[in-house]
């Protein structure tokens, strides 16, 4: 199976600020990447697909970026809303997997 | 407006067996792959299995393989998830997904959206 893991694990921040969060593939996956954005208490939603491609409705401060193996996703004004843990997810290989998952806290 | 709801969810003993559905509305239901994915408590998203349009195709996690089982009634616009031999450690929230295309092995696939989740507990 592929693994994924992410960096931070978990981060504190304020809001304004600019936050990155690093995804890493045991091997290459091509851009088929995905981040998933879960508020305590609720199903994850889709932020970003195929490494940086907004999904439609998200805002625009989400960003995506990488290829191969190395990953980021970045909010560039972190909003009230965006605290939360976010999960990248590989569709490379047809057994799925997803990151460890990074838990952005108020600072 | 798409829609997914899950059900079935409940307190099961150590090797029993549980059957969650998940009925959608807002799309034609047999045109998209799904999947399950479900949540530890205070874990991670565990991808646990997907199933292609017709039901013709399906995938499993290592940890679910030959003890779950997924499929599909297109008539009724409901995926489901039969799992058996059930283990204190698939204690979990299940989600239901929609994947982007009809095939469950597309690389160009994304789950989008969710159910909301049901909550499947195994203990004694």
């Known amino acids: 199976d592929i693994q994924m893991t992410q960096s931070p694990s978990s981060l504190s921040a304020s809001v304004g600020d600019r936050v990155t969060i690093t995804c890493r593939a045991s091997q290459s996956i091509s851009s088929y990447l995905n981040w998933y954005r879960q508020k305590p208490g609720k199903a994850p939603r889709l932020l970003i697909y195929?490494?940086?491609s907004l999904q439609s409705g998200v805002p625009s401060r989400f960003s995506g970026s990488g290829s191969g193996t190395d990953f980021t996703l970045t909010i560039s004004s972190l909003q009230p809303e965006d605290f939360a843990t976010y999960y990248c997810q590989q569709s490379y290989s047809t057994l799925r997997t997803f990151g460890q998952g990074t838990k952005v806290e108020i600072k | 407006e798409v829609q997914l709801v899950e059900s079935g969810g409940g307190l099961v003993q150590p090797g029993g067996s549980l059957r969650l559905s998940c009925a959608v509305s807002g799309f034609t239901f047999s045109s998209y792959a799904m999947t399950w994915v479900r949540q530890a408590p205070g874990k991670g998203l565990e991808w646990v299995s997907a199933i292609s349009g017709s039901g013709g195709s399906t995938y499993y996690a290592d940890s679910v393989k030959g003890r779950f089982t997924i499929s599909r009634d297109n008539s009724k616009n409901t995926l489901y998830l039969q799992m058996n031999s059930l283990r204190a450690e698939d204690t979990a929230v299940y989600y239901c997904a929609k994947d982007r295309t009809y095939s469950s092995s597309s690389q160009t696939n994304w789950f989008d959206p969710w159910g909301q989740g049901t909550l499947v507990t195994v203990s004694s």
């Open positions: 195929a490494a940086s």
